[in-house]
């Protein structure tokens, strides 16, 4: 048997041509048994042969597809194939099969129902994702760091047409990722191909003229099997439920897998993303005083010219050699290179309660791309001392972007009604806007960063694993004015930083374990104080102490942390002295202090019964700043109280062909104070439904309601004269799906 299988794949390719077949019995174990005959045959098959327990527990295999379950069997966001109770931090796993019953269609989906993360619209466009009060910047593909740089927000949003699953780990990661957030790190995990041939259709239609196609074909290219591929196309077209907005999507992906010698295995792999769309960026407007002015949730505030064309590029490869059964080296490599396009009109101004006048009409040009390069060389593996077995994994990496920007933002000297927008203002050119521009300059931005690893599991008795580890890491970055060359952003560099990890494990029994953990990490600031100097590193440290289950032979994870991250030399914008250059200055605030509790669980609660739930407890406050002492840090934008909950099941008996689903999203207050008004949404909850009828063996049909009870509720609050988003409205999309 050759190539990657699930437990059922396996036991179907071992058994094939045998007359035996492999049944899961309901406690995981699996009985071999006489295959029904086919109807020629049937006459002359009278006995059915006793049954054969065989030991075959669930497998060590990361790959979600093909699971149907919300809990995973491991993770690949640490360098090798880990457990989650193996891992000393909080991980969420979002599978493909809570990705397809909740229609994530997008990474924002996919984080936006996660345990502990916030979603935050950038009023530029794009959005930040916040975990733990502090904003994620770490993103890995299949294992290996991309940098994120974009001049507004996280502007290109993966589609996870591609994807198997989404891994997030809360907390600092500095041992693998080197600089970053204290927050988290993402990530995503691309599908490979089976040894199977299979074709997956996806046929869907919502409110908005919400419409979406995709195709996914995969198996074996020659006859032994040792070369798979697999292809995936997807279009995704829609309008908003604000006026004048709509975007098109279209994705291409392709991997190719090759079995080069016993134990080795070489991956390449391409996509295309290309979005186009008409964006509505700003958001609307408050009352001067910062309460809100109850704008229909269909206003938009921009023009019918507005634009964003977006390409992104990626190509990637993967060298996999196992010498053994302890130990493998894999060498990953990445290339990406996105393109942007953007133009747009929007609208800013506090509004006069009386009047509603205040809103100002400006416009902007972007024309901005990143090219991103990444190389992983990582070696992990087992060995014997002391008479116990232990874990090792060392590596090093490497990552380049670079990025060119050219925007400029100009004021339009026109008013504008936020009860009868004007969409169609005249379209002022390209050259219009660089002549009359209050902000922007062309610049390009390099940053390179280089890191060196190693990280032991020491086996200190039967129940008690030690962790211990370091990074080495270098950073350097430089940004310049395009048309002359001048220095725009003072060259930076960090060589040597030292990141240091450690942690316990403690397993009580075969199903639960108790840990705990620190880590590190640091963040270059390329902002500048008044006086032009560059802000110190952020430096971030995560404790963490907690419990993580493996219930119902693996079928359902479960975990409970309490954690406490700090960071010093944040910076916060400074609203009262004169900047000596640019538009914009910093300073640092100190150390500010997020702490708190995560609780999850995911899986097979009973038979039939999908559940995913997690629920974030957050405080978060400054330690050390003068002014702000003992209050919130309020550029968390994450309320204290966070529930992400989902459940699909499984109707038993003649019903068995239904399954029913729905959910909740729950959050507490969240709030922003902008020279001292406070703009704020109070808390509220999102429910969520679903029916499936399982049409035959290959057809499904679903129909979703999001916003089930219509909430009228703020995504984003900003400042009173811009950044206020409206959340979705109640949608319903119908679905249907095949595999063949």
């Not at 997020?594 to 669980?601: F, K, L, N, Q």
């Amino acid at each position: 048997m050759r190539g990657s299988f699930g437990v059922a794949q396996g036991f179907a390719q071992v058994l094939a041509g045998s007359g035996m077949e492999a049944v899961q019995l309901p406690n995981g174990a699996y009985v071999l048994r006489q295959a029904a005959p086919s109807s020629a045959a049937a006459a002359g098959v009278e006995k059915t042969m006793a049954p054969v327990t065989v030991s075959a527990s669930m497998e060590r295999d990361p790959v979600s597809e093909h699971s149907n379950s919300y809990a995973a069997r491991a993770v690949t966001v640490g360098k090798g194939v880990q457990t989650l109770r193996e891992i000393p931090q909080s991980v969420s796993v979002v599978t493909r099969q809570k990705m397809d019953d909740q229609n994530l269609n997008t990474i924002d989906a996919v984080l936006a129902n996660t345990t502990g993360i916030t979603m935050y619209d950038s009023p530029m466009g794009g959005r930040y994702v916040y975990s733990r009060g502090f904003m994620v910047d770490t993103y890995q593909f299949d294992g290996v760091n991309r940098a994120m740089y974009y001049p507004q927000a996280n502007s290109f949003t993966s589609n996870t047409a591609m994807l198997d699953r989404v891994e997030i780990v809360r907390g600092a990661t500095g041992l693998l990722q080197g600089t970053g957030s204290p927050g988290a790190a993402i990530n995503m995990v691309r599908k490979r191909p089976l040894a199977e041939k299979q074709v997956q259709l996806a046929l869907s239609a919502g409110r908005w003229n919400d419409v979406r196609g995709e195709v996914d074909v995969t198996g074996p290219l020659n006859e032994s099997g040792s070369i798979r591929g697999r292809a995936v196309a997807a279009h995704d077209q829609r309008d908003y439920f604000y006026d004048v907005a709509d975007s098109r999507t279209d994705v291409l992906y392709g991997v190719l897998e090759f079995d080069l010698a016993p134990g080795s295995k070489l991956t390449t792999g391409a996509s295309y993303e290309k979005l186009h769309s008409t964006p509505f960026f700003s958001g609307m407007p408050r009352f001067r005083d910062g309460s809100d002015p109850h704008l229909p949730r269909s206003t938009f505030l921009g023009a019918d010219w507005n634009r964003w064309d977006s390409k992104q590029t990626a190509v990637f490869a993967e060298f996999e050699h196992r010498f053994d059964a302890d130990w493998s080296l894999k060498a990953s490599a990445n290339y990406t290179r996105e393109r942007h396009d953007v133009k747009y009109m929007f609208s800013q101004g506090a509004l006069d309660p009386a009047t509603l006048a205040g809103m100002m009409m400006y416009g902007g040009v972007f024309d901005y791309g990143t090219t991103n390069k990444g190389i992983d060389l990582s070696l992990d593996g087992k060995f014997n001392a002391f008479g116990r077995r232990h874990g090792f994994s060392a590596g090093i990496n490497t990552n380049r972007l670079e990025s060119d920007s050219d925007f400029s933002l100009a004021l339009l000297q026109q008013a504008n009604n936020p009860l009868r927008p004007n969409h169609g203002v005249a379209e002022p050119s390209d050259a219009w806007f660089r002549e009359n521009s209050y902000r922007g300059d062309p610049s390009i931005t390099k940053m390179t960063q280089t890191g060196a690893y190693g990280v032991a599991r020491f086996s200190v008795s039967d129940p008690l694993t030690v962790v211990a580890g370091a990074r080495v890491s270098n950073y350097k970055s430089s940004s310049v004015y395009r048309d002359t060359g001048e220095v725009y952003i003072d060259p930076y560099r960090e060589n040597g930083v030292v990141t240091p990890y450690g942690g316990v494990i403690y397993a009580f029994d075969p199903r639960w374990s108790g840990y705990a953990s620190v880590s590190d990490i640091f963040q270059p600031q390329n902002q500048r104080t008044a006086e032009g100097a560059l802000l110190d590193p952020l430096k971030g440290r995560n404790l963490e102490a907690g419990v993580k289950g493996e219930l119902f032979d693996g079928k359902v994870n479960a975990s409970l942390a309490l954690f406490r991250i700090e960071q010093r030399n944040r910076a916060e914008l400074d609203l009262v002295n004169t900047c000596s250059s640019g538009t914009e200055c910093y300073f640092s605030a100190g150390k500010v202090r997020s702490e708190g509790v995560d609780a999850e669980i995911s899986g097979e609660v009973a038979p039939g019964w999908q559940l995913f739930a997690g629920y974030t407890l957050n405080n978060f406050k400054y330690l050390e700043q003068t002014s702000n002492a003992g209050v919130m840090f309020a550029s968390t934008y994450s309320p204290r109280h966070m529930l992400r909950a989902w459940s699909d099941y499984r109707l038993p008996g003649a019903l068995q062909k239904w399954s029913v689903g729905g959910g909740v999203n729950f959050q507490t207050e969240s709030s922003r104070v902008t020279q001292n008004i406070t703009v704020a949404q109070g808390a509220y909850a999102l429910w969520s439904a679903r029916a499936a009828y399982q049409i035959d063996r290959n057809w499904t049909a679903s129909l979703s309601v999001t916003n089930l009870l219509d909430k009228r509720y703020y995504q984003t609050v900003g400042a009173p004269a811009w950044g206020n988003f409206y959340g979705e409205p109640r949608k319903a999309q119908l679905t249907l799906r095949a595999r063949f």
